[in-house]
């Protein structure tokens, strides 16, 4: 099979070309730079000159899937950016996807994000499908992702182009890009908290286990029992404090300690949101984060987690790794380039 990637450079995409080469698939992607093209050239990939939103037929030339895994991720930001690259880049793509002839199915790496809504003030423990999607989340990033996700399910067209959204949660495992270097960098820089002692519940997944849930869309049959329709992935093991989680990771890739000063969620919540206002407000760059941000505090301080048995039955899909025995194989890795 031909398959087309977004985001190939990046922690997901990376590991998804990998992985699909050495199931034998003719793999092409997304390249924005020539530093991007040369990294999904070493992961196996042909690289394709294009970038979110403009996206050729030729492209996409004899391409029959798709996964979408290019995203604007950032926890603070203006929101056009990220409509425009979120939304209008996964309509756009959808589009021209269509119109080939060839694509057949199209996978969007989803978020569980699309459920954030910060004016509930509730945890969501143990959610499945059907809980809400926040379109409207005062979260540009979950907003965006919520109205992309929609899009790609009205998008489906029964046996013709089979749409599938999979909403992995807090993404973990070797050459993470976003979650531990997001934390080491909060670490340097002397600002690291702890929101509730980092006692909310979290339903982390491993990278492999998302990966394998992209492979068996690839090859599912009944296209009618998937398409349109979205799957939580998430680690099988029970759900983990956020604090638990995070110092083991953060000791496995860094070997760095945390500190333990914790914060208040009742406390911290106002700040944040009166960070991001000054931020905006006296228009500070974007390189230039908020010390907090109401996102930020949101992944950190509500309990959040997934239940996967929609994955289990319809899919078919388990989870393929001991997060204990990945855990330790990331903390050999690091020894061994000390």
Not at 77 to 104: F, I, M
Not at 115 to 133: A, N, R, V
Request: proline fraction near 6%.
């Amino acid at each position: 099979m031909r398959i087309f990637v977004t985001g190939g450079s990046g922690f997901v995409g990376r590991h998804t070309i990998r992985a699909l080469v050495q199931d034998g698939h003719e793999v092409v992607a997304m390249a924005r730079s020539q530093e991007s093209a040369s990294k999904v050239a070493s992961f196996g990939a042909t690289p394709v000159s294009c970038s979110l939103g403009d996206v050729s037929a030729s492209d996409l030339n004899h391409v029959e899937a798709i996964v979408h895994s290019a995203a604007l991720a950032e926890d603070w930001g203006p929101y056009d950016e990220y409509h425009q690259a979120n939304v209008v880049g996964t309509q756009q793509l959808l589009d021209v996807a269509k119109k080939s002839g060839t694509v057949r199915r199209f996978i969007h790496i989803g978020t569980e994000a699309v459920h954030f809504d910060d004016h509930s003030q509730q945890d969501l423990c143990g959610i499945d499908e059907t809980t809400p999607l926040q379109p409207n989340s005062p979260f540009p990033y979950s907003a965006t992702k919520a109205q992309a996700e929609m899009l790609v399910a009205a998008a489906n067209e029964d046996k013709l182009f089979c749409t599938v959204s999979l909403r992995p949660r807090m993404i973990w495992g070797p050459e993470d890009s976003t979650l531990a270097p997001t934390v080491m960098r909060v670490l340097r820089d002397g600002g690291y908290w702890w929101i509730d002692n980092g006692q909310a519940e979290n339903s982390p997944c491993h990278i492999d286990n998302l990966v394998h849930a992209i492979r068996l869309v690839l090859t599912h049959t009944a296209t009618n029992e998937i398409g349109g329709e979205a799957f939580f992935i998430a680690d099988k093991e029970e759900p983990t404090t956020q604090k638990e989680f995070i110092i083991a990771y953060i000791r496995a890739t860094y070997n760095a300690t945390l500190p333990s000063r914790s914060a208040p969620y009742w406390l911290a919540r106002p700040v944040a949101w009166l960070l991001v206002y000054l931020w905006n407000l006296i228009g500070q760059p974007k390189r230039f984060m908020p010390p907090l941000t109401p996102m930020a505090l949101y992944i950190m301080g509500r309990s959040l987690t997934l239940n996967t048995t929609k994955a289990e039955k319809v899919l078919g899909w388990k989870p393929v790794i001991d997060r204990d025995q990945k855990m330790k194989e990331l903390e050999q890795a690091k020894s061994k380039t000390e």
